[in-house]
């Protein structure tokens, strides 16, 4: 018992420290469990098995895809509309309708959809994401408790009221004390968030270096230049190639690429394919080609080949996107000639960029002045920064060429940000599908197999570009850690410390009345949930707590409701639940930032559980 309580203390100091990584103090708790044989091997290794570990990563990749597909600032930009300038307004929004949500789906699974919501609406807020995301994760966890299956704690306090033979609670019983723990939670995290979780304000700008692709197409004037031109059926472009074409002589046009849908029987299943227009490629049915040149040469061309013309006005099915670029599949970046570069003096032509690199050059910008038109004939110098297109595989390779040319930003990260808009619907299907799985009881699928599903699904329908990506999304350091944390509940009650701390608590309070009591419940349940599951808290102390109220002869519905509140409500540590570890990494917090925003909150909601519980539910 004394070494179990040694190894918990140790890394709950290493914790606060923050001088090593949380995953790896986690690790080494777990290690000592095992050397000390206090659990077999198989025992600190059922972390990892453990549904709510198999969740997390799930929703990561939930999560991911909801990002990946701008279904994340579709959704925030209209809940920004509703908030307008005002940050409390926005902070208001987000506990609320995260509160509302966590009445029905999972703690966890709230999380998993709102995160990457609040992540995108804290950016297109300029706020930093940290002043939400705590607040996120505090406020699932407290609409968990407005409802019965809101939260597990709540159906072992069930469980137990209906084993003694006092009757069951309603669905909505918990509704009143989720009312106030919100209210709570809001007039409390609104101060504790602005003072202590601002400091992070910078740090993701300060990361970003480089211009964004959106910069780049707007200083290059691209969209002011760029035509989209559709081929329809009857066209007699149909079936030619790009090199049989000669635009650039004829029609002194280039093609940027060639955008073509692949639409399966459903409409959300569609896919877009763009290809750099090479000189075999064959111009199909229903393509279209993104071009650039005079408002005359694009209308000749237009005119001599029956092509139909698209402008900002129409709303472009077919083509997927506006009168814009987009980056799916094909990037832009800028490079700057090196002196030493064996192309000084040759043209863009001469240069063979295309064959020899399978890049387009969009335009050129030499000191103050941007080369756009005509560009095959155009001599570099040494100094000038060329805009090239191309797949964003043959952009990484460019970087390659470190003698000839830099590679200015970051184009990669550039890609990584790109949403593919147009699964955007397919996402939120998706998404929706896996929250009914979860709400409803009538289905019988378990939530961690709703999530596997869901992200499964995700990667199926192309949400995000490749697996790889997917993979990217999980963060190992927050599923170690809770993996690794998890069987030290385990330890406590394996070697009597849970008993121990919960009889001693509770057993001398009995002479102070049942309010005092129904205290030293809450507290006690309180700080057990720092160190160990609130599932695992609720079922120690519930038989506790109505052994308590048994003993005083008083009602034992406000005993058990402080086991169920004060097992979830815990706020002070990242591991004590999953939607606190979940918001850790995206908020880049440490240990001390929940105990500095989080152990104020759990305390004063504990004070008022103990002033309001009674009230609700009285003794007598």
């Given at each position: 018992m004394l070494i179990t309580v040694l190894i918990l203390v140790a890394a709950a100091a290493f914790f606060v420290s923050g001088k090593f990584?949380?995953?790896?103090?986690?690790?080494?708790?777990?290690?000592?469990?095992?050397?000390?044989?206090?659990?077999?091997?198989?025992?600190?290794?059922?972390?990892?098995?453990?549904?709510?570990?198999?969740?997390?990563?799930?929703?990561?990749?939930?999560?991911?895809?909801?990002?990946?597909t701008g279904l994340a600032k579709m959704i925030s930009s209209k809940i920004l509309k509703l908030a307008g300038k005002s940050e409390l307004k926005l902070f208001l929004l987000v506990m609320l309708v995260t509160g509302g949500i966590g009445a029905f789906v999972s703690n966890t699974g709230t999380v998993a959809l709102m995160l990457p919501i609040v992540v995108s609406l804290a950016h297109n807020a300029g706020m930093s994401p940290s002043r939400l995301l705590m607040p996120l994760a505090f406020a699932s966890s407290m609409g968990g408790m407005m409802t019965l299956i809101g939260t597990p704690p709540n159906l072992i306090i069930q469980d137990t009221l209906t084993g003694a033979g006092y009757g069951e609670l309603s669905f909505f019983s918990f509704l009143p004390v989720g009312l106030i723990c919100l209210a709570t939670g809001i007039i409390v995290l609104w101060p504790l968030s602005k003072i202590f979780l601002s400091k992070n304000e910078k740090k993701a700008d300060a990361k970003r270096s480089g211009k964004t692709l959106a910069q780049l197409a707007h200083e290059y004037s691209l969209s002011e230049n760029l035509f989209r031109l559709r081929a329809p059926e009857n066209s007699s472009?149909?079936?030619?190639?790009?090199?049989?074409l000669d635009l650039r002589r004829r029609y002194k046009l280039n093609i940027l690429e060639i955008r073509r849908g692949e639409t399966a029987q459903h409409r959300f299943l569609k896919t877009v394919t763009q290809e750099l227009a090479s000189a075999d490629t064959v111009i199909n049915p229903g393509d279209v080609l993104y071009v650039t040149g005079s408002e005359d040469g694009v209308g000749r061309f237009a005119e001599d080949y029956r092509m139909e013309m698209l402008d900002s006005h129409i709303s472009e099915e077919a083509a997927y996107a506006g009168k814009t670029l987009a980056f799916y599949d094909i990037g832009i970046a800028?490079?700057?000639?090196?002196?030493?570069?064996?192309?000084?003096?040759?043209?863009?032509?001469?240069?063979?960029?295309?064959?020899?690199?399978?890049?387009?050059?969009?335009?050129?910008?030499?000191?103050?002045?941007?080369?756009?038109?005509?560009l095959g004939d155009v001599k570099m110098h040494s100094g000038d920064v060329l805009l090239v297109q191309g797949t964003w595989p043959d952009i990484a390779r460019l970087s390659k060429e470190d003698t000839q040319w830099v590679v200015l930003g970051q184009p990669l990260e550039e890609a990584a940000r790109v949403t593919l808009d147009y699964k955007a619907p397919v996402a939120a299907l998706i998404m929706i599908l896996?929250?009914?799985?979860?709400?409803?009881?009538?289905?019988?699928?378990?939530?961690?197999?709703?999530?596997?599903?869901?992200?499964?699904?995700?990667?199926?329908?192309?949400?995000?570009?490749?697996?790889?990506?997917?993979?990217?999304?999980?963060?190992?350091?927050?599923?170690v850690l809770f993996a690794a944390m998890l069987p030290m509940s385990l330890a406590l009650e394996k070697t009597g410390v849970s008993g121990v701390i919960a009889g001693a608590l509770t057993g001398g309070l009995g002479d102070l009345g049942p309010v005092a009591v129904l205290a030293g419940v809450y507290f006690t349940a309180s700080l057990m949930t720092m160190f160990i599951s609130n599932?695992?808290?609720?079922?120690?102390?519930?038989?506790?707590?109505?052994?308590?109220?048994?003993?005083?002869?008083?009602?034992?519905?406000?005993?058990?409701?402080?086991?169920?509140?004060?097992?979830?409500?815990?706020?002070?540590?990242?591991?004590?639940?999953?939607?606190?570890?979940?918001?850790?990494?995206?908020?880049?917090?440490?240990?001390?930032?929940?105990?500095?925003?989080?152990?104020?909150?759990?305390?004063?909601?504990?004070?008022?559980?103990v002033a309001v519980l009674p009230l609700l539910f009285p003794f007598g």
């Open positions: 990584r949380s995953d790896i103090v986690a690790l080494c708790s777990l290690l000592a469990l095992l050397i000390f044989q206090i659990l077999t091997p198989e025992e600190a290794l059922s972390g990892f098995s453990n549904q709510v570990v198999i969740m997390m990563i799930g929703l990561f990749v939930v999560g991911g895809a909801i990002f990946q472009i149909t079936g030619q190639t790009v090199q049989a800028e490079i700057v000639l090196m002196p030493s570069s064996n192309m000084i003096n040759q043209s863009i032509k001469e240069a063979g960029f295309r064959d020899s690199f399978n890049v387009n050059v969009l335009g050129i910008r030499r000191k103050q002045e941007y080369i756009l038109h005509e896996m929250v009914v799985m979860m709400v409803f009881d009538f289905i019988p699928v378990a939530p961690v197999t709703a999530v596997m599903i869901a992200g499964v699904l995700m990667v199926l329908t192309g949400c995000f570009r490749n697996v790889e990506a997917a993979y990217k999304t999980i963060n190992w350091e927050t599923i599932t695992v808290t609720a079922v120690l102390m519930a038989p506790i707590a109505l052994q308590s109220a048994v003993q005083l002869g008083v009602s034992p519905v406000p005993f058990l409701f402080a086991v169920t509140v004060a097992a979830s409500m815990c706020f002070a540590s990242p591991f004590s639940t999953p939607p606190n570890a979940l918001v850790m990494p995206a908020g880049q917090y440490t240990f001390m930032d929940y105990v500095k925003v989080g152990l104020p909150l759990q305390i004063i909601m504990g004070i008022v559980m």
